[in-house]
Nanobody, 125 residues
């Protein structure tokens, strides 16, 4: 089995920054893409960002483009999400995801085989 463990969430004031980390471990697995989704109370889970593992191509939701940066560390099987200029509407549980069987569309939840348990990000106004 593959485990995804997120860290770095917390409480921050609007305009502040947080850096989320997600480490993948477990049995041997392929990594075609890793990324982040988020879910706010009463809302559907939404795509935030993803990175193709081999090419390094990055993808962002329009709502975070220019403020969030995704990166990966191949040697550590870790993906990061640097979140700057945070807004109250960024408040959500953030989930790390891993695509181990290759899917073309990175923004769909169904494209990911593994999900972390989530880390809470709260942005106060």
């Amino acid at each position: 089995q593959v485990q995804l463990v997120e860290s770095g969430g917390g409480l921050v004031q609007a305009g502040g920054s947080l850096r989320l980390s997600c480490a993948a471990s477990g049995r041997t697995f392929s990594r075609f893409a890793m990324g982040w989704f988020r879910q706010a109370p009463g809302m559907e889970r939404e795509f935030v960002s993803a990175v193709r593992w081999s090419a390094g191509t990055t993808y962002y939701a329009d709502s975070v483009k220019g403020r969030f940066t995704i990166s990966r560390d191949n040697t550590q099987n870790t993906v990061y999400l640097q979140m700057n200029s945070l807004k109250p509407e960024d408040t959500a549980v953030y989930y790390c995801v891993l695509d181990s069987s290759f899917h073309l569309n990175v923004v769909l939840p169904g494209s990911y085989d593994y999900w972390g348990r989530g880390t809470q990000v709260t942005v106060s106004s």
